[in-house]
């Protein structure tokens, strides 16, 4: 059975923890910092682990049986986190099945229009920090798919349009639970294996 590991408690986190647990796919993992809080529904149906994910030794128990990986982690320093993860699944040798990675449109130049980044004070420290981590992510060498949102919103699903790495991305909006959609779906059925998508 397929071990499921969210990284990041966020809206968006939450929400593939959900509809993992929903779908009945397999054993979830949620792992995130101390400081974010998990409705008590899903802290029931979920493996809840928490700690400082800049530290090595954080990822070691969540990685464990060969896991689907989702990191929904957004804002600052995600690099950090994922140097720390990396080096634990380097230094334990644990093997991932596929990670699926949150990013966000811009890291390419890719975006017609004027891209709103809410929260981040230096966007262009956010976009280098950005491209380091997936750089992290694909010399791992496991199957991977990043994904690169425009602006999110807490409106209602719609239909998400996926557009190629190299392709222009207009400015925009697109609801967390559209991109939720294209995760779970990502996460339990595979596909655009090392590939980069931008999301609208």
Same mark, same amino acid.
């Given at each position: 059975?397929?071990?499921?590991?969210?990284?990041?408690?966020?809206?968006l986190?939450?929400?593939v923890?959900?509809?993992?647990?929903?779908q009945?796919?397999?054993p979830?993992?949620?792992?995130?910092?101390?400081?974010?809080?998990?409705?008590? /529904?899903?802290a029931?149906?979920?493996?809840?682990?928490?700690?400082?994910?800049a530290?090595?030794?954080?990822?070691?128990?969540?990685?464990?049986? +060969?896991?689907?990986?989702?990191?929904?982690?957004t804002?600052?320093?995600?690099?950090?986190?994922?140097e720390?993860?990396?080096?634990?699944?380097?230094?334990?040798?644990?093997?991932?099945?596929?990670?699926?990675?949150?990013?966000?449109?811009?890291?390419?130049h890719?975006?017609?229009?004027?891209?709103?980044?809410?929260g981040?004070?230096?966007?262009?420290?956010?976009?280098?920090?950005?491209?380091?981590?997936? /750089?992290l992510?694909?010399?791992?060498?496991?199957?991977?798919?990043?994904?690169?949102?425009?602006?999110?919103?807490?409106?209602?699903?719609?239909?998400?349009?996926?557009?190629?790495?190299?392709?222009?991305?207009?400015?925009? +909006?697109v609801? +967390?639970?559209?991109?939720?959609?294209?995760?779970?779906?990502?996460?339990?059925?595979?596909?655009?294996d090392?590939?980069?998508?931008a999301?609208?």
């Amino acid at each position: 059975m397929t071990t499921y590991v969210v990284i990041g408690a966020n809206s968006l986190g939450q929400s593939v923890a959900q509809r993992l647990v929903d779908q009945a796919a397999g054993p979830v993992r949620l792992l995130h910092a101390s400081a974010e809080q998990v409705p008590e /529904k899903l802290a029931a149906q979920v493996m809840e682990l928490t700690g400082d994910l800049a530290q090595e030794t954080t990822y070691q128990a969540a990685l464990q049986d +060969r896991p689907v990986v989702f990191s929904a982690l957004t804002g600052m320093d995600v690099d950090l986190a994922f140097e720390a993860l990396f080096d634990a699944q380097y230094h334990q040798q644990l093997a991932l099945t596929r990670f699926v990675m949150l990013s966000t449109a811009g890291v390419d130049h890719e975006v017609t229009g004027d891209l709103a980044y809410p929260g981040i004070t230096d966007v262009k420290e956010y976009l280098n920090q950005q491209r380091y981590a997936a /750089k992290l992510v694909d010399e791992a060498e496991f199957p991977y798919t990043i994904l690169r949102p425009v602006t999110l919103t807490a409106t209602p699903a719609t239909a998400p349009q996926i557009i190629a790495e190299g392709a222009a991305v207009p400015a925009g +909006r697109v609801s +967390r639970e559209t991109v939720a959609t294209v995760v779970v779906d990502l996460l339990i059925n595979g596909g655009y294996d090392y590939q980069s998508l931008a999301i609208c």
